[in-house]
């Protein structure tokens, strides 16, 4: 005889078995759907400067310390990608006034440009994916992605 905290967990399980599954494909499947679309627009940047920039459009200039810390990455791994990111144009570095140590990031018009152009070009691409869906669906899709991120992000703050 089953009890129903054993259906609860067998329960549990079978769902957070899907929602593995899905995520996995999820990120097969989106970076597969990125590759094979046809516009240039979706690689005009890499995935690590459309974050970056993402985030210095949203936030402003930033330390490179504490770059790495919202995206949860380690500092010389930034370093690496914002050194590639000022040679291309996409970002200026300037001395931190706060600690002569460290640079601010800040993000240039051509980095802003071509974040835009990348992030146009995903909102189409969603559109056309997603346009038989209702409204509705939409927005609990929305909704249910950010509250999984912030899940995500909160539990690698607390590592």
Same mark, same amino acid.
Do not use: C, F
């Given at each position: 005889m089953t009890d129903d905290r054993t259906k609860a967990t067998a329960y549990d399980e079978a769902t957070l078995g899907r929602i593995e599954t899905e995520i996995a !494909? !999820?990120?097969? !499947?989106g970076e597969a759907t990125r590759r094979a679309t046809g516009t240039a627009e979706h690689r005009v !940047?890499?995935?690590a400067a459309y974050v970056i920039l993402r985030y210095l459009d949203s936030a402003g200039?930033?330390? &490179?310390s504490a770059l790495a810390a919202r995206l949860n990455l380690d500092g010389s791994t930034v *370093?690496?990608? &914002?050194?590639?990111m000022q040679r291309d144009g996409l970002i200026t570095r300037t001395p931190d006034p706060a600690d002569g140590r460290g640079t601010v990031v800040s +993000? *240039?018009? +051509?980095g802003l440009q071509r974040m835009a152009a990348v992030r146009a070009a995903r909102t189409r691409l969603y559109g056309d994916i997603l346009a038989a869906w209702t409204s509705d669906d939409q927005e609990s899709l929305a909704d249910l992605l950010h509250r999984l991120n912030e899940a995500l992000d909160s539990r690698n703050r607390r590592r």
């Amino acid at each position: 005889m089953t009890d129903d905290r054993t259906k609860a967990t067998a329960y549990d399980e079978a769902t957070l078995g899907r929602i593995e599954t899905e995520i996995a !494909l !999820l990120m097969r !499947l989106g970076e597969a759907t990125r590759r094979a679309t046809g516009t240039a627009e979706h690689r005009v !940047l890499d995935r690590a400067a459309y974050v970056i920039l993402r985030y210095l459009d949203s936030a402003g200039p930033q330390n &490179v310390s504490a770059l790495a810390a919202r995206l949860n990455l380690d500092g010389s791994t930034v *370093t690496r990608q &914002v050194t590639a990111m000022q040679r291309d144009g996409l970002i200026t570095r300037t001395p931190d006034p706060a600690d002569g140590r460290g640079t601010v990031v800040s +993000a *240039t018009s +051509a980095g802003l440009q071509r974040m835009a152009a990348v992030r146009a070009a995903r909102t189409r691409l969603y559109g056309d994916i997603l346009a038989a869906w209702t409204s509705d669906d939409q927005e609990s899709l929305a909704d249910l992605l950010h509250r999984l991120n912030e899940a995500l992000d909160s539990r690698n703050r607390r590592r």
